[in-house]
């Protein structure tokens, strides 16, 4: 298969499982090894700012809100989200460049197939309306914020869902399912951004020469922008009633398919 389409495929793998607890990164980096695409992280950040622009068109709102008020309450429970996603990216960067050489996403799928199967069980374990009855915050408090930057940090690892570490986090930290969806997705917002100021930096400081199929990528970046507008809505309307025990189960099926690729 061409670059070319192999680049699509990877667009529209991205615009639908960024916003599943299945880890597109992690997704990208098994098809970048399986049609033999070079500088795949590059590819990975790139298509990640795509399903960004999906992000900011849906949440619009909260993102303007934030935008316009960066120091009110929730300004500031996503500085407190995204300063631990930092520190902790900072540190075992070195590490995360060489997973995305898929060497360790076996490993990482599992976590994640883990970590939603115990999500799942303590949902069953206290009922929905348990969880989210009027005693519980009306938000995210600065707490499962916390929590849930220090999951997002370790998710930079692909195969370990971001959204899907973030979203269990803030659910067995004790908010409401479809707040969580929400802060999770705008917790995405910096780091994504971040990460591309980053990847610029390092590109225009070194020697290091991209290789990419430019009209694919181009492409794929819209894809993954169109597709990822339908899914992130899809994807806070059923947060409330998902079983992530079916996407645990697929993540050791693809867990131990990788194996074998």
């Given at each position: ?157 692909p195969g370990i869902s971001r ?99």
């Amino acid at each position: 298969m061409s670059s070319f389409w192999a680049l699509i495929i990877l667009g529209i793998v991205q615009g639908v499982t960024e916003f599943l607890p299945v880890s597109s990164s992690g997704h990208l980096v098994l098809l970048s090894k399986i049609f033999g695409i070079e500088n795949s992280l590059f590819v990975s950040i790139i298509l990640h700012v795509a399903t960004l622009l999906s992000i900011l068109v849906v949440l619009r709102k909260e993102v303007w809100r934030v935008v316009r008020h960066p120091f009110r309450d929730e300004g500031k429970k996503l500085i407190v989200a995204t300063i631990p996603t930092c520190l902790i990216v900072l540190c075992i960067y070195p590490l995360i460049n060489e997973a995305f050489e898929g060497a360790i996403l076996p490993i990482c799928f599992i976590i994640t197939a883990i970590l939603l199967f115990v999500t799942s069980a303590f949902c069953q374990k206290k009922s929905f309306s348990n969880l989210n009855n009027e005693t519980q915050n009306s938000g995210i408090s600065y707490k499962q914020a916390l929590f849930m930057g220090i999951s997002q940090g370790f998710a930079t690892f692909p195969g370990i869902s971001r959204s899907g570490a973030t979203i269990c986090t803030g659910v067995i930290a004790g908010a409401k399912r479809e707040k969580v969806a929400k802060f999770s997705f705008l917790m995405s917002v910096p780091v994504i951004v971040l990460s591309m100021a980053f990847e610029i930096f390092k590109f225009v400081t070194s020697d290091e020469q991209i290789v990419v199929n430019v009209p694919g990528l181009v492409l794929a970046f819209f894809l993954a922008f169109v597709v990822g507008l339908l899914c992130v809505k899809a994807m806070i309307r059923l947060t409330q009633k998902l079983n992530f025990k079916w996407f645990s189960l697929y993540l050791v099926i693809l867990a131990i398919l990788t194996l074998f690729i």
